[in-house]
C-alpha cells in the first residue's frame, strides 16, 4: 500500500466539503478521481498534498523510504501557473533547479520531455506566446521533471483537442510503466475509464462509488429511462420507488431507474406497466452510470 486515506472530513466557512472519505492507493497505480464541479477533488489532492489541513480523520503515506514532499510528488494544479513573458527553456531550468536537479540531469530530462510533447522548436518562446494546450503540456513538463513517485493531476486533459489528449494519455502510460503512482481527476469520463487501474466517485464531498469500471458496472446491470409527460406524476411514483427501495433519477421530465438484480420486476410492472407510459429499456455505460448517481438524491 501506498497510501491510506482514513474517514477524512474537511470544513470549510462552516460547510462539510470532504465528508468521512476513505480509500486506498496502491504503489504505481492509478486512480481516477471523478464528480462534479465542485464535488470536492481539488480540496481532496490539496488535502493529501498537506497544502490544506484537515479537520477530521488520517492521511498516511506507507512508502519506503519516507516521501520527501519537495523531490518525491509532482503536481498538475486546475489553476496553472506559468511566468508569461518568461521563455519556456528558462522556466523549467528554474523549476528543475527549486526541485534538486543538477544540470546534466536537468538537460536530459527537459530535452526528453520537450521531445516527447514536440515542443522543442518552441524552448526559447515566452509562455504567452503559445497556444493553450502548448502552455499546458509546459505545465505538465514542470510536474514530472523530477521523476514524481507520486503524481497528482488536477483536470490535465481540461481545453485539450483530441490529439494534445493522446499526448498526455500517452504520458500518463509512460509514467506508470517507470513506477510512478498516479492520482488524477478529469470530466473527461473516456479518458478516466482507458486510463485507471480504479475510480472514485465523489458526490458533494462523499464518495459515491469507488472500484474497478468493470465491477461498479456490475450492479448497474439495466436501466429504464421513463418520459413523464405529466409532471403531476412524478411525486406519487417518487413516494412509491422509496417506499420499495428502488433508485432513481429525474432530469427534466425524464425518469431513470435502475433495475438492478435486487428489485423484483414485479413489484416494478405494478408501479408502471398500469400508467401506459413510454419506457426505454438499455445497458447503462460508465457515463450512463455517473449521470444517474450524480442526478440521484440518496447522497
Known sequence: MFLEVSNVSKFIAGKKI?????????ENEILGIVGRNGSGKTTLFKILLSMWDFDEGDVVYYCEPNLNFKQDIGYLPEQRGLFNREKVINQLKLFAQLKGLNKQTASEKITFWLDFFELGELADYPINQLSKGNQQKVQFILSVLNEPRLLIL???????????????ENAIKLLKKSGTTILFSSHDL??????????????????????????????????VTINLEYQKLIPDLQIQLEEKNIRYSILATDMTINLSKDIDQQIFEQIFTTKNLKMNFFTPNFEDVFKFINLEERI
Request: a negative charge; charged letters at 30%; aromatic letters at 12%.
Open 18 to 26: 470532504i465528508d468521512n472519505v476513505s480509500f486506498e492507493l496502491k
Open 154 to 168: 488536477d483536470e490535465p486533459f481540461s481545453g485539450l483537442d483530441p490529439l494534445n489528449r493522446l499526448y498526455f
Open 190 to 223: 473516456k479518458n478516466v475509464n482507458n486510463l485507471s487501474d480504479r475510480i472514485l466517485m465523489l458526490k458533494n464531498g462523499v464518495i459515491a462509488e469507488q472500484g474497478r469500471v468493470e465491477d461498479i458496472l456490475k450492479y448497474y446491470t439495466k436501466f
